[in-house]
């Protein structure tokens, strides 16, 4: 079946993959075709990358005609969509309106109703959260579960579903409406029994419906699954619901929705915002090392912490990972808010504050000032016990707009940059892993015997080219997919290759695009300087070397010396003097990452060329 200009397109995935022209199903059989599809749709508006999809296609052995394999898996979907699939470059975007695909629906249903809420319009809202929980048909696009891929835009979408749910379910029971809620709520917490805004309700309804005896039993039910599964307990809103129970009080007086609430400064009516939920994306299994730091951000009291690094060096890893430790003692939610676009351009922050402030019902449609919109985000976060990880800071000013003003939340931002200008947080530079940390994070990718069964060529890698966790992690990658070849052979191979940054990539990462978008970031004016750092032998580097080959007409050597520091290009190096690392300043070296320093070379080979 084609589809003309006039025809009426829509798919749906929140369930099974369909696709209905005109109100006629149209048949996509090819199961690679339905994969395509699933992908661009799942990232519906925004341009996919066609090495993404190549990886989702045919994994870490695409074949060589993947590109050609993909544009005629493109050119049959439109057949079907038409000019709805575009090509951008490097991509390729499905585009639609929510009235064309029911994800966009339900995130439509969604903002409007929680601007309901914000509102005071508790009924306008419950029947719009209720309409975008009835679109939810079924687990989506269970056909693609062994796709990583389709597997983390679903668990994307489900997590705001849940969220909608919890909003919808408490509006409900606030309502009155206890026996309309129990009827989904006697199904979801058995599919999600973590979710205690979820139990709570469930809870509620039921004392609320007179069967009192059942709520305390599925709150013993709820605490041993938690105990056995998880190795914790019921959080105090569910032991304080739980005695309420006990008492009668839930039976007899309507407690304050979880997310809602009244008496706020709009007077009777007027609610508190539905909250963000936790929204961190899943942690790293195999984490490595950073005990130091992470006993740091753990016990420092300074509401914001700074972590700082070259690219690669895990930063967004660790905010993560010490983000899913955090997070339950942020009710209010948890998410990590990108500063950076995909290639580098960094977000405007009025985008990011308007973008998060719609998703909690906050409308900003009219805030066009940027101080007035300032002031909204400062007075939302401080009511609020939220976690925000701000990733990839481009400056200091983009991280002192979405600080809070005052209240009990936390930051952790990430920079390439030092960002020396920024005021009162608290500092972590990253460095390399050591190495032992090193040969561990291999060998959990590669099996232990055989990364620690060739010592020498472990400390030739780490020499040559360092011990940052994205190397390693993109060589882990490339030497799993070899295991019949000893591990030296692939260090020597290395050593050999014509281009050896090409060497570090592994699907859509790649180590020499990193070094592209630092080496082409706008706001960074010492290219020459990065360059000049490609004529010289090392690291490390004497501060005469520097001196010389840095000097120039638009600034004096130390100055750039200082930016280059500052940029984390160059570092001063550790010297273990008694046991302890002191810094070697008064020899005044300095070093850079080894694969930094090749990328240096290769521009300057380049412009001497």
Not at 331 to 344: E, F, I, K, T, W
């Amino acid at each position: 079946m084609s589809i003309a200009a006039s025809s009426r397109l829509y798919c749906s995935i929140l369930g099974p993959l369909q696709v209905r022209v005109d109100r006629h199903d149209a048949v996509i059989g090819a199961p690679k075709q339905r994969l395509l599809l699933a992908l661009l749709l799942c990232r519906v508006n925004a341009v996919v990358p066609a090495a993404d999809l190549i990886d989702a296609l045919w994994g870490e052995t695409p074949p060589r005609t993947a590109r050609k394999n993909l544009q005629v898996y493109v050119s049959a979907l439109r057949k079907i969509a038409g000019d709805r699939i575009d090509f951008h470059g490097w991509g390729y975007r499905f585009r639609a309106g929510p009235g064309e695909l029911d994800l966009l629906r339900f995130r439509e249903l969604a903002r409007t109703g929680r601007s309901a809420i914000h509102r005071g319009n508790l009924a306008a809202a419950a029947e719009l959260l209720g309409e975008a929980v009835g679109m939810w048909r079924d687990q989506p696009l269970t056909e693609f579960a062994h796709v990583p891929q389709v597997v983390r835009e679903v668990d994307r979408f489900t997590d705001l579903f849940l969220s909608v749910y919890e909003d919808w379910a408490e509006l409900e029971i606030e309502l009155g409406h206890h026996v309309e809620a129990l009827t989904s709520l006697d199904v979801l917490p058995a599919r999600f029994p973590t979710r205690e805004r979820i139990a709570a309700a469930r809870m509620t309804a039921l004392a609320r419906c007179g069967r009192a005896s059942e709520a305390l039993a599925y709150f013993e039910e709820l605490r041993r699954h938690l105990a056995t599964e998880l190795g914790i307990d019921p959080s105090p809103v569910l032991k304080h619901l739980y005695q309420d129970i006990l008492t009668g009080t839930v039976a007899r007086a309507a407690p304050p929705v979880a997310g809602l609430g009244g008496g706020g400064e709009g007077g009777q009516g007027s609610v508190r915002i539905a909250a963000l939920a936790n929204q961190l994306p899943r942690d790293i299994g195999d984490f490595v090392g950073r005990t130091a730091e992470i006993h740091r951000i753990m016990n420092e009291p300074a509401p914001v912490i700074l972590i700082t690094g070259e690219p690669g060096i895990g930063k967004t890893a660790l905010a993560v990972h010490v983000a899913h430790t955090l997070a339950p003692a942020y009710p209010d939610g948890a998410l990590v808010v990108p500063l950076r676009r995909r290639g580098g351009g960094p977000h405007a922050v009025r985008d990011v504050q308007h973008e998060i402030l719609e998703a909690v019902g906050v409308s900003t449609a009219g805030v066009h000032d940027e101080e007035v919109l300032a002031s909204v985000w400062r007075s939302w976060l401080a009511k609020r016990r939220v976690l925000l990880v701000l990733d990839d800071a481009p400056d200091e000013s983009s991280v002192r707009m979405l600080l809070p003003g005052c209240g009990d939340s936390r930051v952790l931002a990430t920079s390439r940059s030092r960002l020396s200008g920024l005021e009162s947080v608290a500092r972590i530079g990253l460095g390399e892993l050591s190495d032992a940390e090193g040969a561990e994070f291999l060998a959990r990718q590669l099996g232990r015997e055989r990364a620690l069964a060739d010592r020498p060529a472990l400390t030739a890698l780490f020499d040559t080219y360092g011990r940052s966790p994205l190397l390693l992690r993109l060589l882990g990658g490339r030497f799993a997919r070899l295991p019949h070849v000893p591990l030296g052979l692939l260090v020597e191979r290395l050593a050999r290759a014509k281009s050896v940054l090409d060497e570090f990539a592994a699907g859509d990462v790649s180590l020499r695009e990193r070094f592209e978008e630092f080496y082409n970031s706008t706001s960074w004016p010492h290219r020459r300087a990065f360059v000049a750092l490609g004529g010289l032998d090392g690291p490390p580097f004497s501060h005469e070397e520097l001196v010389a080959a840095l000097d120039g007409p638009e600034a004096p050597a130390e100055r750039v010396i200082e930016s280059l520091l500052e940029a984390n290009v160059l570092a001063v190096p550790d010297r273990e003097l008694g046991g302890a690392a002191q810094v070697t300043a008064h020899s005044l070296m300095y070093t850079m990452s080894p694969l930094a320093h090749l990328f240096a070379a290769e521009l300057r080979r380049a412009l001497d060329a």
